[in-house]
Nanobody, 112 residues
């Protein structure tokens, strides 16, 4: 099983980034896919989830972030717009059904 995130980096406040998570080793389409972030000194925060086309978002990102998935490509995405300094964190991809799988994370830094 592998979850490999990409797309992180340094961006100015107000900018955008698109994260990708490529999955392998399990039946991707059956799993609830989520993005979770962790900022330094803070607990992990569930940012967004998607299952069967139904999406959920943390209130802190609603209206700015969009989660989508392409089951044919075993990939989930997180489009992040209007980024703020407080969005700075390591972003993890998570798959959940009867068990959980996690990626290694990708760093997102929002700074001028």
């Amino acid at each position: 099983v592998q979850l490999v995130e990409s797309g992180g980096g340094l961006v100015q406040p107000g900018g955008s980034l698109r994260l990708s998570c490529a999955a392998s080793g399990f039946t991707f389409s059956k799993y609830r896919m989520s993005w979770v972030r962790q900022a330094p000194g803070k607990e992990r925060e569930l940012v967004a989830s998607i299952t069967n086309g139904i999406t959920d978002y943390a209130s802190s990102v609603k209206g700015r972030f969009t989660i989508t998935r392409e089951n044919a490509k075993n990939t989930v995405y997180l489009q992040m717009n209007s980024l703020k300094a407080e969005d700075t964190a390591v972003y993890f991809c998570k798959a959940r059904l009867w068990t959980e799988y996690w990626g290694q994370g990708t760093q997102v830094t929002v700074s001028s």
